[in-house]
């Protein structure tokens, strides 16, 4: 009974390259939220998708941040020309409905050097 | 403007010592609340959802409780192994993320 998975778990990024997170929900789960915490900070929302839909990216940078979750497959967080200030970890969750309690990944901790 | 503190930000406690810790929140229209643990290096694990003032829940040595403004997670005669931060989260908005307290981060001696 496979939980959420996120991967790759460490990512390492020189500045200006892309960085591509993956999240496969929990069996059965169509709701997927992306997270980022900020060593010293609270989880802060980015992003609620559905399948091939998003609902919510008002947490979300406008530029150079996109989020996607296909038919079939895994939920993407795509970062374009990553920044030393994109260093986080990044954490996915799923949920079987809007409103019912999310399951977390053990997340990506990405690094821009 | 939703939004959700806890406190203390960090506890010590002798194994055994039993304690509270406190999250209050601020959302207009409650759907939930809910209690998460995070281990280092890990991502939040589910512990509760209280749905109502008054309710309480309990697994082992934790117990969560909620009131209108507020909720408590009671750590009975604590072990080293309950050493982590404990995150407190409502749903915010009209489409259920989750809004976060900075959580408590709770270190037990043995």
């Known amino acids: 009974n496979a939980g959420v998975m996120q991967n790759p778990r460490h990512l390492v990024r020189r500045r200006g390259q892309e960085a591509r997170l993956r999240c496969s929900p929990v069996?059965?789960?169509?709701?997927v939220y992306w997270y980022r915490q900020l060593p010293e900070e609270g989880l802060k929302f980015m992003v609620y998708?559905?399948?091939?839909?998003?609902?919510?990216e008002s947490g979300m940078p406008k530029e150079r941040f996109s989020a996607e979750f296909p038919k079939e497959g895994p939920s993407i967080l795509r970062i374009q020309q990553v920044v030393r200030g994109d260093s986080a970890a990044y954490f996915c969750?799923?949920?079987?409905?809007?409103?019912?309690?999310?399951?977390f990944g053990q997340g990506t901790r990405l690094t821009v050097v | 403007e939703d939004q959700v503190t806890q406190s203390p930000e960090a506890l010590r406690l002798q194994e055994g010592e039993s304690s509270s810790l406190n999250c209050s929140y601020t959302v207009s229209g409650l759907r939930g609340l809910f209690w998460y643990r995070q281990d280092p290096g890990k991502g939040p694990e589910f512990l509760f959802t209280?749905?109502?003032a008054g309710e309480e829940k309990e697994k082992e040595r934790l117990k969560a409780t909620l009131t209108k403004k507020e909720s408590f997670l009671h750590i009975t005669a604590p072990k080293p192994e309950d050493s982590a931060t404990y995150l407190c989260?409502?749903?915010?908005?009209?489409?259920?993320?989750?809004?976060f307290g900075k959580g408590t981060k709770l270190s037990v001696k043995p």
């Open positions: 969750a799923s949920s079987s409905g809007i409103w019912a309690e999310a399951f």
């Open positions: 989260a409502v749903p915010g908005g009209s489409q259920g993320n989750l809004i």
């Open positions: 069996k059965g789960h169509s709701h």
């Open positions: 209280l749905y109502s």
């Open positions: 998708l559905q399948k091939e839909n998003i609902i919510d």
